[in-house]
Nanobody, 126 residues
Framework: QVQLVESGGGLVQAGDSLRLSCESS????????MGWFRQAPGKEREFVAA????????YYSDSVKGRFTISRDSPKITMYLQMNSLKPEDTAVYFC???????????????????WGQGTQVTVSS
């Protein structure tokens, strides 16, 4: 059984940084997509960042490009999201997800991810 567990969220001020972690267990992922999504109150879940597990190519939403960095620690099968220059509009619950058979065209679409963490709250005050 695959389990994803996020950590690292918290309350910070605008301009601060946070690093989210997502530890996986139960299976090794070597292909497909892994990503981060977020959901603010009253809004739909939105794409934040993703990585192709083979090749390491990264993709970002326009709202976080240049501020957030997705990475992976392969031996430990841990995924990270480094978030710099945080803004109040980044406030949301952040989820990590994995799509072992995911293809490039679906990398930004939450529906195509098979495994999800429980989420971690990030709150950015102005």
């Amino acid at each position: 059984q695959v389990q994803l567990v996020e950590s690292g969220g918290g309350l910070v001020q605008a301009g601060d940084s946070l690093r989210l972690s997502c530890e996986s267990s139960g299976r090794t992922f070597s292909n497909g997509n892994m990503g981060w999504f977020r959901q603010a109150p009253g809004k739909e879940r939105e794409f934040v960042a993703a990585m192709r597990l083979r090749g390491g190519y990264t993709y970002y939403s326009d709202s976080v490009k240049g501020r957030f960095t997705i990475s992976r620690d392969s031996p430990k099968i841990t995924m990270y999201l480094q978030m710099n220059s945080l803004k109040p509009e980044d406030t949301a619950v952040y989820f990590c997800a994995v799509a072992p058979g995911g293809i490039l065209s679906s990398i930004r679409t939450a529906d195509y991810y098979d495994y999800w963490g429980q989420g971690t709250q990030v709150t950015v005050s102005s």
